[in-house]
């Protein structure tokens, strides 16, 4: 059955490997929420519903046509993402706790994985890079479940907002945004005399913010310290707009959007010593993103830098 990592972690017998998958969760509010499938093999064949098949009445003698709906196949690939640690020998014979200078060095290391991870979440290409698996921006790009706020950028609304959610199947599991995109609806629900409530809490005890009952996150920085959903998008003659996304995660397997892979968890070895200087740890993760309902997610993209 699919299972967060926080829900993996609890599971895990190798108390490093439950570390690391805290640290994903605790770093990434991506890898927190999205429950993972584990499929067999390499890749995963399934079929997407696209329409459902014709029904109707009928009157004496007559007959019913016979209709199957349509189906649109989809196969994800697993892709190979991680990378290795180094700490430098001399530490683990100098340091005061050579342990726990190794430790803080994969906690550093795990903590890049999983901001990464999250930036392939919304900006993976396959097409730009085939080693990579397509993030929400690609499968969503000029569908239906993509919503323009303006020809040229607009500034956010309550009624944009809610119009954007009701593009989900079903209720969202949670709004992805900017802090820019989170202070904008801040100001808006304050000047509208409330419709954000404060006092949730993530997995960790940490506050955040609720709009319509749906958990506000902010993905934050990748490892190289750039904002994952910076307002840098452009769109018509704006060119500082940014985007907001609402995603439906699966309860189930094979349910809205999950990620899936070989293995419930990402797999660690210990390297030893590598080289002659280096002590190392591999991370690795064969996984892609599914998409398994054609509205489980949206985007609402456009959005101008300010309130108008």
Do not use: C
Not at 160 to 177: K, Q, R, Y
Not at 210 to 228: L, M, Q
Request: aromatic share 6%; charged share 25%; hydrophobic share 40%.
């Amino acid at each position: 059955m699919a299972k967060t990592l926080l829900e993996a972690a609890k599971a895990q017998r190798n108390p490093l490997v439950a570390g690391i998958l805290q640290i994903f969760a605790q770093t990434s509010p991506v890898l927190e929420l999205v429950p993972v499938v584990q499929i067999a093999g390499t890749a995963l064949e399934y079929n997407r519903e696209g329409a459902l098949p014709g029904v109707g009445f009928r009157g004496v003698t007559e007959d019913y046509v016979a209709t199957h709906g349509v189906i649109n196949p989809q196969t994800e690939a697993l892709k190979i993402f991680g990378g290795k640690a180094a700490m430098d020998r001399f530490l683990s014979k100098t340091a005061p706790s050579p342990e726990n200078a190794r430790v803080s060095t994969l906690e550093k290391f795990a903590k890049a994985i999983a901001l990464d991870f999250t930036k392939y979440f919304f900006d993976g290409d396959s097409a730009s890079n085939p080693r990579e698996f397509d993030g929400l921006n690609r499968r969503l790009s000029g569908g239906t479940q993509e919503l323009e706020a303006g020809e040229n950028g607009a500034a956010l609304t309550l009624e944009l907002l809610d119009e954007a959610i009701d593009l989900l199947h079903g209720t969202a599991s949670v709004l992805f945004m900017s802090k820019l995109g989170r202070r904008q609806l801040l100001a808006l629900a304050r000047a509208a005399g409330g419709g954000l409530v404060g006092d949730d809490r993530d997995a960790f005890g940490r506050p955040i913010m609720t709009y319509a009952g749906i958990p506000i996150r902010v993905p934050g920085e990748d490892a190289d310290g750039a904002e994952i959903l910076d307002a840098d998008e452009t769109q018509g003659t704006e060119d500082e707009a940014h985007s907001i996304y609402a995603v439906r995660f699966g309860a189930s397997d094979y349910e809205d959007v999950q990620v899936i892979s070989n293995t419930a968890t990402p797999d660690h070895e210990d390297l030893g010593l590598a080289g002659t200087t280096s002590l190392g740890d591999l991370i690795e993760w064969y996984s892609s993103l599914a998409m398994f309902h054609g509205k489980a997610a949206m985007r609402l993209r456009g959005l101008a830098p300010a309130l108008t």
